[in-house]
């Protein structure tokens, strides 16, 4: 453990200052001014967020049901909510979701880590010992802009196209395949896939605090959900750039 | 030879003792709600008795201003109480009743306090357990939802409400939310890391008080209408005791040297269940709640310097010294006499332990009887912090444990109204010489700190200010608060130009050794004068050769102990003059040539049935007495006896 | 035994700190963490060094003053025990042992291993109370409380305010210690009338002040009194609901 004797705490020298927030007549608004506020925003976009990585991994387990299915899936997801809503309006109102859900993440999770910043002061010398804390957990922020990047670039990727060559609207499987057929992406979607992991394994589990869902009877469960889930989220996602690698799906 | 002055008059109202309180708040000048917004008043301290005189002056209107030397109020050295706080509540329909209280705390206290204050307590300690569950003090509960109760210190009635071990924190706690209330309201100006070391006194009348701001070293006056010092018991002038580190008595100490009369200082309580010191730089002693006596049984080996581990010493090889003495009391005698015994048998040769100075208290036989999970239900809270601090398993061995001073029934004189000898000066809590007389009963002390502060202090304080009002306080302009400034700035310099070889605390344990074997548990004449002839030697010899580095201005613990330290010393001796001037046995006090024939405490009422108040008279000449004739009319003085 | 320390040394609140190396000699085992501190301060008298400043008062786990940071880890490698019940046996012969001050924004140094902890007063003075002017106190036994609510309320009540919690929170939050008293108060039947008050008015004063919870759970394992942290749901929950309800009261009021 290094020890250098001379160090500056500037933090610890300012005079403490109360952090002031500005005040609004709307609950809501007032709310998310609060870092309890913050916190719940970011749990409920959270489950948003997780409820749809979850989906989207079980379908895309279609592809090892071959190309016809996951095409099927593919269209099937425009068709979402037909005949009620026209096609592709279910689509895009999931994904409107989806995108606000991922933008207020994202700003709540800045705001918070501003906050935080601003509440410590230098830290210890010796390096903490820490008794609770995981890796996970102390480096939400860092595997969440990971996963943030992906998402982007995962778009263009299989979405829009514009980051895959050989790109042919409507063919999810034949573009899946082609992605990951260069190794360099592949890697990309496992290690998103694994920070991916590492952010639910504490996310999913700080949610049920965050959200005040706490019960003596199911408390002990909250962890072995939260592994669970992240684990075959991982597992599943991870499969597929190396089923493709792997030759077994092609 | 005593020099012995007028005598003080307690005030105590006339008319039955079960009417004197009533009658004397009907009596009592008021102060109208619009009126008491002029009058500002001085609390010094924030312990249960400061914390809820406070809040609740400042809940009837005046302007309060609020000062500890803790760095939060919460940190007070009540937060350390375990055991419980007595109350007449009879819920256990076991016979308890406000008079029996008030007989049981007399009677205890040996008859040396003063009945009308004694029943008064008893009266208000009913509204106490009220007026702290309403605010959400989490006292034990019965399954049905009401309040439990346990008898405690061998009451025969259970009135102790507790609160699992920590009942003084869970209290304090109740009182210092109140208080923050009030601070957030802005009726109490709170003033934290500032300790008081001067009374100003103008006219005969308590004007206001020096402190000084333990962070920047700065030196301010503030008046007032009134002064109320809370600050707390004197125990730490043993150096060891179960008390807090920082529990001082500098604030009565320079009230006392201000005029303020310090009553029956020889008065002090040695709590026998705490773990003995196991080394030279041993720095505070813990108490191990009395409850323990309850199916402990207490013993020493028959043979001297025993040198075997107590499970290798049989049955019919112990003598279990208290069953033996008092049959029918056994285990359970007063604090009092438990002590005493210990230390007999410690002085024979007979201790336990590494350093031969502790007894046993023994489960064996109960986990036996009841078997290990009963026990663990009752105590396992006590027997890990003895585990955490011995390294000792209680439930395989014995625990060792010796008496240690714990609490002080002396303090500043106050009469029937709390206020002390110099008008404007009023004294609550373990500060003044309480209603506990020569012995306190285990509970009591918590109930007469909330009694004093919440319910007794914020009506008699009244009836002083009443007479004042439209005079504002005098201006901390005046000589009287420039000269005590300069008093107080000259001691500062004084402490650090010495420049000694010895610390500060090092003078404090030598004190604390000469205090404690001459004047500890047992006392006599000769031992007495020795102390008389080596405190002052080693106090002129502290002011020669201390040794404080650092500055005034500066967070500078090693300044603030100086201070108090020096007041222990004067202190030391006063006590030491009282023991020997009180030719008698009671209570705490023990006196080795007045003991019956089978060496229980013997008590000369025809002489000593008064409260012993000294006047300072300066530092090398000999304090005045002046004396508070007792009378009992209720509760005839007999013998106590728990053979 | 012999050990090394490293303690953060600061002369007041205005200047730099540093870590100075003290060697330390034949220490007894049976001594308290703070009676070795005792030890090391007597003898630095001696030498004419100024002893090191360190908050301390009961020495029995029940003040809260004591606190510091010992090898990384708030009151030392002890679970669920105060600085001032820790002891020397907990360490063995040839350590090192590296003393620092808590850390955190509302924590300023005042000397050496001495911080402020004002900050907490001021979440107290916020709504850490119930309202009940003194006289004014029904009956104790009018409003039984079902045993089980009384002993949750005492777990939270026990909190001591070390600012431990504080202190080993990555955010520097303070969620542990006020979730301990909004939960305290919140739990008991004397306690509803303030309850959407209290909760809305300490949440945001703390927030004023400490950083926000991302749930490392490092205050439950650093709090010499173990509060748990479903304390800090519970005060999450509460704080919901004490934004809506506040809005309705102050809206009925018109
Ligand atoms: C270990 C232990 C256990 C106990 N258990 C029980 C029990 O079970 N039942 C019971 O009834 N009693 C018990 N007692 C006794 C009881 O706790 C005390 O007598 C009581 O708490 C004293 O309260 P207080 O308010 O008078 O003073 P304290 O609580 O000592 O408060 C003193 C206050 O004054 C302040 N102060 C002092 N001097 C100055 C100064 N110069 N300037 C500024 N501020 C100053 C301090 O900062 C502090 O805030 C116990 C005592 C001990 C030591
Ligand atoms: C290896 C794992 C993954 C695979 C194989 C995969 C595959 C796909 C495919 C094939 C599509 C295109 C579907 C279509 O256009 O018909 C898609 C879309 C999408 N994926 Fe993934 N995905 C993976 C991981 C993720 C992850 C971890 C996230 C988010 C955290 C994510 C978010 C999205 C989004 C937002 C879309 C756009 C859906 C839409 O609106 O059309 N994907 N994914
Ligand atoms: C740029 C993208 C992202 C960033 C910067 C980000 C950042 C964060 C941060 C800082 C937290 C707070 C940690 C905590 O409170 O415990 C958090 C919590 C969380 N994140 Fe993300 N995240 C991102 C994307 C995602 C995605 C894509 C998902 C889901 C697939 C997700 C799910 C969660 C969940 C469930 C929580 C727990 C919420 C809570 O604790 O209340 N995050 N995220
Ligand atoms: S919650 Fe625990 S750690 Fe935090 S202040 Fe209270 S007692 Fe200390
Ligand atoms: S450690 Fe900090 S993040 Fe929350 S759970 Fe405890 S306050
Ligand atoms: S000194 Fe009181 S808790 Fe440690």
Redesign the interface.
Known sequence: MPMETQVDQPAARAPVVPRTRRRSRNWLVDLYASAVGKKYVMAITGIVLIGYVFAHMVGNLKVYMGAEDMNHYGEWLRTLATPAVPRTVGLWGMRIVLAASFVFHVHAAYGLTRINQAARAGGYLHARDYAAANFASRTMRWTGVIVGLFVIFHLMDLTWGNANPDFVRGLPYENLVASFERTPVAFAYIVANLALGLHLYHGTWSMFQSLGWNHPRFNHLRRWFAAGFALLITLGNVSFPIAVMAGIVE | MVMETTPLDGRVPSGPVQDKWDNHRFDMKLVNPANKRKFEVIVIGTGLAGA?AS??LA?LGYRVKTFTF????????S??AQGGINAA?N?KNDGDSIYRLFYDTVKGGDFRAREANVYRLAQISL?I????????V??????????DTRSFGGAQVSRTFY??G?TG??LL?GA???L??Q??LGTVELH?RTEMLDVVVVDGRAAGVIVRDL?TGEITSHSAHAVVLATGGYSNVFYLSTN???SNATAIWRAHRKGAAFANPCFTQIHPTCIPA??E????L?LMSESLRNDGRVWVPKQFDDPRSPDQIPEDERDYYLERRYPSFGNLVPRDVASRAAKRVVDEGRGVGPLKNGVYLDFGAAIERLGQPVIEERYSNLFE?YD??T?ENPYKMPMRIYPAPHYTMGGLWVDYDLMSSIPGLFVIGEANFSDHGANRLGASALMQGLADG??VL?YTIGNDLAALLGTPPVDTGHPAFQEAEQGVRDQIQRFLSIKGTR?V??YHRELGKIVWDQCGMERSREGLEKALSEIPALRDQFWKDV?V??QNE??N??LEKAGRVADFFELAELLVRDALHREESCGGHFRVEHQTEDGEALRHDDEFSYVAAWEWAGPDSEPRLRKEPLEFEYVKPSQRSYK | MNLTLRVWRQAGPADDGRMETYEVTDISPDMSFLEMLDVVNERLIEEDIEPIAFEHDCREGICGSCGMMINGQPHGPMPATATCQLHMRSFSDGDVIDIEPWRAHSFPVIRDLVVDRGSFDRIIEAGGFIGVPTGSAPEANLTPVPKEVADVAFDAAACIGCGACVAACPNSAAQLFTAAKVSHLNLLPQGQPERWRRTEAMVETMEEFFGSCTNHGECERACPKSISIDFIALMNRDYLKAKRKNRRLASQQG
């Open positions: 809820s809040a609740t809940e803790h760095d939060s109020p919460r940190r007070a050295h937060i350390a509540k819920y509204e357990i009220d007026q702290c569950v309403a605010q959400g989490p006292f034990a509960r019965e399954y049905g939802g009401l309040l609160a699992r920590q924190q869970q706690l210092y939310q109140a923050m209330r601070v957030g934290t962070v807090a580190k920082l196991n080394e730089f041993q720095s505070k813990t912090m955490r601090i390294d919440y319910f914020p610390s605390d090092w040794r580095l650092g500066t967070l613990q090693s």
